[in-house]
T-cell receptor, first 113, second 115 residues
Framework: DQQVKQNSPSLSVQEGRISILNCDYTNSMFDYFLWYKKYPAEGPTFLISISSIKDKNEDGRFTVFLNKSAKHLSLHIVPSQPGDSAVYFCAASVGGGADGLTFGKGTHLIIQP | GAGVSQTPSNKVTEKGKYVELRCDPISGHTALYWYRQSLGQGPEFLIYFQGTGAADDSGLPNDRFFAVRPEGSVSTLKIQRTERGDSAVYLC?????????????FGPGTRLTVL
């Protein structure tokens, strides 16, 4: 069973607009959530994270929101830039990330000029 | 500084053969993780090391898979009697230590193809 779900395989957004990527999880023991970005033929690159004691974390153009009651998190990218075109993975962990991460299947974000 | 490196970048083998995949973590990182990514899926956790010992190997799919990290730095993932279903990209990651809220840094992966 998929404990971390990214239900949108792809998302197309115009340059300059906001990109919103969504992620749902089922395991209530998850207490640390991360977003990774992946370009073809490269390994995933860490983007931003949030612990379960917070509901928002911001870093430049990237903001992650966590809704624990809904078991839902989202990544907002504002404004979207061509270089943001990549596959974005949502990941979660029990124990603050010390153990292995559980990943979703990813969302392919395409920024249109 | 140098990131996580993995060799080879590509490996093609025949069903039934033995393969070894190598991971060089970032210098000074004590925690090392192996993941497997199949086509259309996210990375799937296999095993992680804190130092030389395997702290959690619950993700290894069966006893054909084994990993070592004898000196607490380089790690080797070993797959015996390979099967076509083992074809995937094998990713390695390292972090400063397996502690709270430490980011995992990923290597580029080894693409394994079993014919």
């Amino acid at each position: 069973d998929q404990q971390v779900k990214q239900n949108s395989p792809s998302l197309s957004v115009q340059e300059g607009r906001i990109s919103i990527l969504n992620c749902d999880y089922t395991n209530s023991m998850f207490d640390y959530f991360l977003w990774y970005k992946k370009y073809p033929a490269e390994g995933p690159t860490f983007l931003i994270s949030i612990s379960s004691i917070k509901d928002k974390n911001e870093d430049g153009r990237f903001t992650v929101f966590l809704n624990k009651s809904a078991k839902h998190l989202s990544l907002h990218i504002v404004p979207s830039q061509p270089g943001d075109s990549a596959v974005y993975f949502c990941a979660a962990s029990v124990g603050g990330g010390a153990d292995g991460l559980t990943f979703g299947k990813g969302t392919h974000l395409i920024i249109q000029p | 500084g140098a990131g996580v490196s993995q060799t080879p970048s590509n490996k093609v083998t025949e069903k039934g053969k033995y393969v070894e995949l190598r991971c060089d973590p970032i210098s000074g990182h004590t925690a090392l993780y192996w993941y497997r990514q199949s086509l259309g899926q996210g990375p799937e956790f296999l095993i992680y090391f804190q130092g030389t010992g395997a702290a959690d190997d619950s993700g290894l799919p069966n006893d054909r898979f084994f990993a070592v990290r004898p000196e607490g730095s380089v790690s080797t993932l070993k797959i015996q009697r390979t099967e076509r279903g083992d074809s995937a990209v094998y990713l390695c990651a390292s972090s400063l230590w397996a502690g709270t809220y430490n980011e995992q840094f990923f290597g580029p992966g080894t693409r394994l193809t079993v014919l």
